[in-house]
């Protein structure tokens, strides 16, 4: 009751008038009272009644009074409506697929480029200037055949050094022969003595060794003269130039790039995840898209122990063993791998995969309960939009393929469509 005054004084008007009976409030005549509910019928029967004097003056002023109570009983009878039950949950739909298992089969396709088997960067084996460029990107050359010059006025210049020292060890050996003959003349005749003999004797040993030194500075620079030119070591065709008429390169800095004729590969990048499946495969062959039709029978050759440092793929080659004059250098090549995995596995489509803490789930469904219950599984290689379980699912299995990441332990699920 104290609450229900506060209440009302909040909302009506204090009572008009002075003195006597006016000062008091115009509540004392209205006697609010609230009937207990029924516990068996909980809140439905609990009733405000209030009783109303009959004096017509008191009656007019308490109206407000009156309707400031019916709202009071609205919002009391609101309060104890009973509460609306929550309907249950409806089964979500998913689609579904049932697991069979079938040969694996697996298949893999990498992209690369047609290659020569033997490719050389070319250098010349001295350091000077060149003075010609023979050949151009894309020219056919021949084994021994000239391809570029270097300047040879320094080496003319050590030539001629070489064959004049070699000519003064010449003439020093002579001479010693000469004054050895001389000296065991006169050793017979004793106007000369044995240490004399002796002494020039090995003098012409010295002499004879320093021509030996002579010829082989000559040789030295005749090499140097020859190393001034640069021949193709086979017959190929040039894929790269690096160095121009005018410039000055240093010994061994490669110059022209010849791609040697015979042999082609087809070089690719491999993942990581991949490079397993790329040494297990036993029949590749190589389509190229120039060359629509035609199909080429490959093996591996060579695979990279390391990565590359900005693709962070293994680099492969793959040679060609039926390879003809069609396939051109630089031709774009695919690598079919056709037997990879023959093994008898499931195949489920990617979005059947539900991937929680690391591993890889799915929802299997009970066809009586209509519910779903998570089983982890153990999956193989992945082809296109699908991939391979290998352990934890059996065939008969009815998986949920669409709306795996939206379901719950237990939930019921309603089948829109299914894929035998």
Not at 231 to 249: I, K
Request: aromatic share 4%; charged share 20%; hydrophobic share 45%.
């Amino acid at each position: 009751m104290a609450g229900i005054s506060a209440f009302l004084a909040t909302r009506l008007p204090a009572g008009a008038g002075t003195g006597g009976e006016r000062n008091r409030s115009w509540l004392d005549g209205v006697k609010v009272s609230v009937i207990p509910s029924n516990t068996a019928t909980k809140c439905r029967s609990r009733r405000l009644q209030t009783r109303m004097p009959a004096t017509p003056a008191l009656a007019s002023r308490r109206r407000p009074a009156i309707a400031a109570i019916g709202l009071l009983s609205a919002a009391l009878l609101g309060a104890c409506a009973p509460q609306a039950v929550p309907a249950p949950e409806a089964p979500r739909p998913v689609r579904t697929v049932v697991a069979g298992a079938t040969p694996s089969n697996t298949t893999a396709a990498y992209s690369g480029e047609v290659r020569a088997r033997y490719e050389n960067n070319l250098s010349f084996r001295t350091s000077g200037k060149i003075v010609a460029r023979l050949v151009d990107v894309g020219s056919h050359v021949q084994a021994g055949q000239l391809l570029m010059r270097l300047d040879v006025a320094q080496e003319t210049l050590q030539i001629a050094t070489s064959d004049a020292d070699v000519e003064a060890s010449r003439s020093r050996i002579a001479k010693l022969h000469l004054d050895i003959t001389r000296t065991e003349a006169l050793l017979a005749r004793k106007f000369a003595s044995q240490a004399e003999l002796d002494s020039l004797k090995l003098a012409l040993d010295e002499a004879e060794a320093g021509l030996k030194i002579a010829l082989a500075r000559q040789q030295i620079n005749l090499n140097q003269r020859g190393f001034s030119e640069l021949r193709a070591e086979r017959a190929g065709t040039v894929t790269a130039v690096s160095a121009e008429a005018g410039q000055v390169v240093g010994a061994g800095q490669p110059v022209l790039t010849v791609a040697a004729d015979g042999a082609r590969e087809v070089v690719v990048s491999v993942p990581e995840s991949r490079v397993d499946e790329l040494r297990r495969a036993k029949d590749m062959q190589v389509s190229v898209w120039a060359l629509p039709g035609k199909r080429y029978h490959a093996v591996l050759r060579e695979l990279a122990p390391d990565t590359d440092t900005v693709t962070r793929t293994y680099s492969a080659r793959v040679a060609l063993t039926n390879a003809d004059a069609a396939l051109r250098l630089g031709m774009t090549a695919v690598v079919n791998l056709t037997d990879i995995d023959t093994t008898s596995a499931i195949r489920l489509p990617l979005t059947a995969i539900y991937n929680k803490t690391g591993d890889a789930l799915v929802w299997v469904l009970n066809p009586k309960t209509t519910q779903v219950s998570a089983r982890k599984v153990v999956l193989g290689g992945a082809q296109n939009d699908t991939v391979w379980v290998k352990e934890g699912l059996s065939s008969g299995e009815t998986v949920v393929t669409a709306g795996a990441n939206l379901l719950v332990e237990g939930q019921k699920v309603l089948v829109t469509g299914a894929k035998p």
